[in-house]
Every structure is written in structure tokens, then in C-alpha cells.
């Protein structure tokens, strides 16, 4: 699960025109550093939600690193104005514990409100019996 922190006060701040502009933007950036394999979808308004099924577990902490370094290496640039922004990203995989896709989910949700918890613009991933900040 991946979420545009703060990105009301961005709509509040700059308009919902520009807020457009910053959602695609986040968009591409994120998309440029996926794989092709992967599938990224917009979960609802500035949340989105990231499935790799061909990517092994082993490279989450490289992916989510780059993913959040990726929209926070450069403002949004909006009609001359530069509009920062980060994100907080909740990762979760499928174990013998995890039945369904709704419960991975759930579990990654949890763990990306943690991160924006932890201060946002991180990553946290859910473990098995227990949420770890890594």
C-alpha cells in the first residue's frame, strides 16, 4: 500500500488542479521504477496499491526504498511552483498465516499506517506476528 502523505493540504494549498498534477507525477515516478511484471492500481483517492507477484521477497526493502526516494528526490513543479511531497508505503506477502488477498491487504495497510506514524515518508513492513520498521 503506498499513500500520498498530507496530500489534502496540497488540494487545500494549491488547488485541486494542481493536486491532479501531483497525483500523476507520483504516478510515473512510481511506475518508472517497477517492473513490468508488477501491477500498481489506484486504491482510492491518493492511495494505491502495488502487487509483485514475480518479485522475490528478498527485494521488497530495495523496491520501497527506491519507491519512497523516488518521489522524494525532487519536487512537483506545478505552473513554476515546486511542490514537495512524500510518501508512506506499507509492505505485506503471502505466508501459510495470510488466507486471502483482502487479509495481505489489510496487513500491508496496517503497516503503511505505521509508517506514516512513524514520522511518513518510510516504508514499514507487516511480519508475521509482529509489524517491524524496517
Given at each position: 500500500m503506498i499513500d500520498i502523505?498530507?496530500?489534502k493540504a496540497v488540494n487545500d494549498t494549491f488547488g485541486h488542479f494542481a493536486g491532479?498534477?501531483?497525483?500523476?507525477?507520483?504516478?510515473?515516478?512510481?511506475?518508472?521504477?517497477?517492473p513490468p511484471t508488477d501491477l500498481f492500481a489506484?486504491?482510492?483517492?491518493?492511495?494505491f496499491v502495488l502487487m509483485l507477484p514475480r518479485t522475490p521477497c528478498?527485494?521488497?526493502?530495495?523496491?520501497?526504498?527506491r519507491l519512497v526516494?523516488?518521489?522524494?528526490?525532487?519536487?512537483v513543479s506545478v505552473t513554476g511552483v515546486g511542490i514537495s511531497?512524500?510518501?508512506s508505503v506499507g509492505t505485506a506477502h503471502f505466508t501459510e498465516k495470510v488466507a486471502t488477498l483482502y487479509e495481505l491487504v489489510s496487513h500491508a495497510d496496517q503497516a503503511m499506517y505505521?509508517?506514516?506514524?512513524?514520522?511518513?515518508?518510510?516504508w514499514v513492513s507487516w511480519e508475521?506476528?509482529?509489524?517491524?520498521?524496517?
Amino acid at each position: 500500500m503506498i499513500d500520498i502523505d498530507h496530500f489534502k493540504a496540497v488540494n487545500d494549498t494549491f488547488g485541486h488542479f494542481a493536486g491532479d498534477i501531483v497525483l500523476q507525477e507520483v504516478i510515473r515516478r512510481l511506475q518508472e521504477n517497477l517492473p513490468p511484471t508488477d501491477l500498481f492500481a489506484r486504491y482510492g483517492g491518493e492511495e494505491f496499491v502495488l502487487m509483485l507477484p514475480r518479485t522475490p521477497c528478498s527485494e521488497i526493502p530495495s523496491i520501497a526504498t527506491r519507491l519512497v526516494e523516488s518521489v522524494t528526490e525532487q519536487p512537483v513543479s506545478v505552473t513554476g511552483v515546486g511542490i514537495s511531497v512524500t510518501i508512506s508505503v506499507g509492505t505485506a506477502h503471502f505466508t501459510e498465516k495470510v488466507a486471502t488477498l483482502y487479509e495481505l491487504v489489510s496487513h500491508a495497510d496496517q503497516a503503511m499506517y505505521l509508517a506514516k506514524e512513524a514520522g511518513r515518508n518510510r516504508w514499514v513492513s507487516w511480519e508475521i506476528d509482529q509489524i517491524q520498521d524496517l
